[in-house]
């Protein structure tokens, strides 16, 4: 059973930052990639950034220069510093993870955290 988690939600005031963390757990072997999307009430879920395995990074356009991915591949996790945060930017933040192989096999599908909520606001 392969298990994302969030962490580093809360509030904060514009013009502030926040890191999200996201840890797979599972017997993982190796995740193609990891990324982190989010959603508000009645929106679709949206991508924020993505970032492969061997570190290839995508943004949406909305967090080009404020936000940057990283992860660890040792330790099957994902992370998001956000800075510059705007009150648009309050959403749950959602940590997906693609291409994951474990527990001997290749998943077809995608696997996704429970959220984490961002909110911006003074």
């Known amino acids: 059973q392969v298990q994302l988690v969030e962490s580093g939600g809360g509030l904060v005031q514009p013009g502030g930052s926040l890191r999200l963390s996201c840890a797979a757990s599972?017997?993982?072997?190796?995740?193609?990639?990891m990324g982190w999307y989010r959603q508000g009430p009645g929106k679709e879920r949206e991508l924020v950034a993505t970032?492969?395995?061997?570190?290839?990074?995508k943004y949406a356009d909305s967090v080009k220069g404020r936000f940057t991915i990283s992860r660890d591949n040792a330790k099957n996790t994902v992370y998001l510093q956000m800075n510059s945060l705007k009150p648009e930017d309050t959403y749950i933040y959602y940590c997906?993870?693609?291409?994951?192989?474990?527990?001997?096999?290749?998943?077809?599908?995608?696997?996704w955290g429970k959220g984490t909520p961002v909110t911006v606001a003074s």
């Open positions: 997906n993870a693609e291409g994951v192989t474990a527990n001997g096999r290749l998943y077809g599908m995608n696997f």
């Open positions: 599972g017997s993982i072997f190796s995740i193609n990639i």
């Open positions: 970032i492969s395995f061997s570190g290839t990074t």
